[in-house]
C-alpha cells in the first residue's frame, strides 16, 4: 500500500468518519467528565457527600446525556430492524401465494388418476 492510500484528503474524504468521530469523541469526553468528577468527590470532607458529589454531578448527568446522543442510532436502528421485518413478511406473503397457487402440474397429475 501506497503512502498516497493514508492521505489525509482520503481520510476526511471517508463517509463514515465524521459518525465515528462523533461517537468516539462523545465517549472520551464522557471518560474525562466521570474523572474530573471523580477527583472532586474524593476531596469532600465526608463520604456521604463525596458519594452524593459524584451521583448528582456525574452519574445522572451522564445518564440523560448519553441517553439523548444515543437518540439518533436507536431511531436507525429501529428503522432498520422494521425495514428488516417488512421485507421479511413481503418475502413470505410471496412464498405463500405461490404454493396456494393452482400449479399446472398438480392439475395434470390430478387428471391421470
Partial sequence: ???AEYSPQSI???PTLPYFC????MY???IAWI???LMMSITEHSVIAGVMTFLLYCVFPLTIVLYLMRTPQRKRERMEKQAALQKQSTASTSN???SQSDNPA????????
Avoid: H, T
Fill in 22 to 25: 462523533i461517537k468516539v469523541c
Fill in 28 to 30: 472520551i469526553v464522557a
Fill in 106 to 113: 398438480d392439475k395434470s397429475a390430478d387428471k391421470s388418476d
Fill in 12 to 14: 476526511l474524504a471517508c
Fill in 1 to 3: 500500500m501506497s503512502a
Fill in 96 to 98: 405463500q401465494g405461490i
Fill in 35 to 37: 474523572y474530573v468528577v
